[in-house]
């Protein structure tokens, strides 16, 4: 569990740590154990998991000042990253006694931007359970991760690659030659068709069959509502 | 390789297919060979890769009635789309004989969507070598991989989980009480400044000591930005 504390706020930060692709040399696992916390202060944000979206989130933070501790289990990963000149620690970030150590019952805002699906929904639940008080902002791998995590009462939640979806197909829009508004009117259309969609199959999510069913409707309504756009023009 | 041929394009899509999760129950890997392509007409795009990313690009450009090919190398992920009633096939997406076979050659754009990104940079190759007047659009894994498609003569990339990680942290920052104009253009700072940083890194990228030392420049510089934002206010 990769700590980053009050104190590696004021230092360089890092742009290229957002990568995992030094990694692999570092990859011999330490027999180290985990380390303490030593978490100064009160940061109103606590980011679990410090890979491609972690370190974004806490780089933006950094870059406003605002104060965060970050924990990360990748050793290689922390190793890595205090190859740049970070203070970290790592360690399970499921822990009850780590979260809290780490200053849970102080901080506002937890983020959690673990990779692993089970080891995210393990976060929330332990989070939800001892820390009520905290927004949590998720990452989700896919609609299902969505579920669970809706299913858990998390309300804040981003599928981690359907922005960057939606931009490369604005891009192929208009590389066809849609004119800019148009193909951002496109996407944005599907953004929020697709986000109803999410919603409405949440209910449903345990029933495949009836996930099949809407799925087509869903479909459906899109079409409709593509159609609906056509005829206003 | 997943084809979607022309004749999927009218049947109604599948939502839940942006999904790999039904995927293990049929992951016993079919014994059975490759699929003959079969491409009625000129679809101006090809779709490689038919996951996450590429399923988003295929739902909308078949929402605007835009015709594609897509392939896919999954056959678990084929199966899957298949028990929604679309016709597919399978195949590696770097044989040029199958990208010919799929349209390569009356196409305009080709989406490099592959999640494997050995696999994305050997279809890049292929086709710059072969396929020369086709305009790629490929998804990145992370800045490394970037850097070795931009090698390639790709110019447009998209990291795929860059947008989703700058909205999840829009969200923070409106948890923490920023409001949403000032969110909006930390945000969209942000984001520039670090594709001019990812720019910047790509002259010096296989030279670990220089990536540093542009890093922590770029912090600098982007520490700068935002107090030169603060004093205009």
Same mark, same amino acid.
């Given at each position: 569990m990769?700590v980053v ?32 916390i *030593?978490a100064?202060?009160e940061p109103p944000v606590i980011i679990c998991g410090?890979?491609?979206?972690g370190?974004?989130v806490g ?8 104060p965060f501790t970050a924990l990360? /289990? =990748? ?9 740049? !000149? =970070?203070?970290?620690?790592? !360690?399970?970030p499921?822990?009850? *006694?780590l979260l809290r150590a780490a200053g849970a019952e102080k901080a506002k805002v937890l983020v959690v931007a ?5 080891? #995210?929904?393990?976060v929330?639940?332990?989070a939800?359970?001892?820390f009520?008080?905290l927004t949590i902002h998720?990452?989700?791998? =896919? &609609? ?18 359907? *922005?960057? #979806?939606? &931009?490369? +197909?604005? *891009? ?7 004119? /800019? ?10 953004? %929020? ?14 029933? %495949? =069959?009836?996930?099949? /069913? +809407? #799925?087509?409707?869903?479909? #459906? %309504? ?12």
């Open positions: 990769l504390t009050l104190s590696m706020i004021a230092t360089p930060f890092v742009f290229a740590a957002e990568e995992r692709w030094l990694a692999p040399r570092l990859i011999k696992q330490p027999v180290k154990p985990f380390d303490a *030593d100064d202060g410090f890979g491609r979206v370190q974004i780089r933006v933070l950094r870059l406003r000042g605002i990360e /289990q =990748n050793a290689a990963q922390v190793d890595f990253v205090r190859r740049f !000149g =970070n203070k970290v620690y790592y !360690g399970d499921s822990r009850e *006694d673990l990779d692993d699906m089970e080891q #995210s929904l393990r929330v639940e332990v939800v359970r001892h009520p008080h998720a990452r989700a791998r =896919n &609609r299902r991760h969505a579920h669970y995590l809706k299913d858990r009462g998390v309300r804040h939640i981003v599928r981690e690659t359907f *922005d960057s #979806s939606l &931009r490369l +197909t604005d *891009d192929v829009l208009r590389a066809l030659g849609l004119p /800019q508004d148009e193909a951002r009117h496109t996407v944005d259309t599907f953004r %929020e068709h697709d986000e109803r969609t999410l919603i409405r199959q949440h209910a449903v999510h345990h029933d %495949e =069959n009836r996930l099949i /069913q +809407t #799925s087509r409707q869903a479909a #459906s %309504e899109l079409q409709a509502l593509f159609e609906a756009d056509r005829e206003e023009r």
